[in-house]
């Protein structure tokens, strides 16, 4: 039905018109979550323990989707084990000239440059907050944190910090974002004298902030397009600063055998990122022999297929993006089930 009658009129639209009424439309009628339950979700249940923090499959919303935690509810209706809200910036900001967000159907993709538009931390968290009544206990809310666009690099630890305290008693665990290719300059805090001092702040801030508790689950979410010897580095930085994992990957701003014939800047996610997005999993993989670090596979995922072979590549957690777009909500059933 998704594919078949929903999807053409949706993709009769402005990509982010459609995208911003969805949301809308499935966080206000609350009726339809049975019928989610029913006809697309899962209930699954296949538990992980990552330090304590418990998830009931291995499947979840990967950041982007929801970035103001609006839809909640129909995400744990879903069967998804997590959703990860955000990007989360301390400042409301309104991200990137339009348009900024591009469908790419031949392609089965999506190019974005939204520029971490979002309504601010204080909103995002007066929004989980209210949705956490309602929410299955054992439904888990992670939140990726960025900086706000005008904040200089060197300032930009200050940024995350304030994310980090102000969501850290709602949030289930963190994702610290230093790789969308859209705010000028943030792929610079991969670079590994950035991110040592980025994620030492952090974990200092979670030790203080746990008080004797178990600390937050942390991770790090980084781009496709990093070499070997970058991705050495990174994968030393954050096992040696006591970070729980990493996040693989972000949106790529290659743009490898395409065949729609688009000029749009941007991050390019779905399946044309698949492969990359592998490749660069099984790289952390095999660096990671002890299993020391908790790997999350992300990009082109569409089907169980492509989820088993995240799990083949070492991945211990799975998200999507464009998949739901392009397979519709009925993809959490179809991959879990």
Request: hydrophobic share 40%; glycine share 8%.
């Amino acid at each position: 039905m998704y594919k078949l009658i929903i999807r053409p009129i949706l993709f009769l639209f402005d990509s982010e018109k459609v995208h911003n009424f969805t949301l809308w439309f499935v966080s206000k009628f609350t009726f339809i979550y049975p019928l989610a339950k029913i006809f697309c979700g899962s209930r699954k249940k296949e538990e992980i323990n990552i330090n304590g923090l418990v998830f009931r499959n291995r499947l979840g919303l990967a950041a982007g989707f929801d970035k103001n935690a609006i839809a909640l509810r129909f995400w744990d209706a879903l069967g998804f084990s997590h959703a990860e809200i955000g990007t989360v910036t301390p400042l409301a900001q309104e991200g990137n000239p339009k348009p900024r967000l591009f469908r790419l159907r031949k392609d089965e993709a999506v190019i974005n440059r939204m520029g971490f538009n979002n309504k601010g931390a204080d909103f995002i968290l007066e929004n989980i907050l209210k949705a956490k009544k309602y929410l299955s206990k054992d439904f888990v809310i992670g939140v990726n944190i960025g900086k706000n666009k005008n904040t200089p690099n060197e300032n930009a630890a200050g940024d995350y910090l304030i994310c980090f305290k102000k969501l850290y008693d709602a949030a289930g665990y963190f994702t610290i974002n230093i790789s969308s290719p859209n705010t000028k300059g943030l792929r610079e805090l991969q670079e590994e004298e950035n991110l040592k001092n980025l994620l030492s702040k952090i974990k200092n801030e979670n030790a203080v902030l746990a008080s004797g508790k178990r600390e937050k689950n942390i991770f790090v979410k980084i781009a496709p397009d990093v070499n070997d010897e970058q991705i050495k580095v990174i994968y030393n930085t954050v096992r040696e600063c006591g970070i729980t994992g990493i996040i693989l990957t972000n949106t790529t701003v290659t743009r490898k055998n395409l065949k729609e014939n688009i000029n749009e800047d941007g991050g390019l996610s779905g399946k044309p990122l698949k492969n990359l997005a592998d490749e660069t999993l099984n790289k952390f993989h095999r660096l990671n022999t002890d299993n020391k670090l908790i790997l999350v596979g992300a990009g082109g995922v569409f089907s169980k297929r492509d989820y088993e072979t995240k799990l083949n590549n070492g991945a211990a957690l799975v998200q999507v993006y464009t998949g739901m777009i392009y397979e519709g909500p009925k993809l959490v059933k179809k991959i879990l089930n």
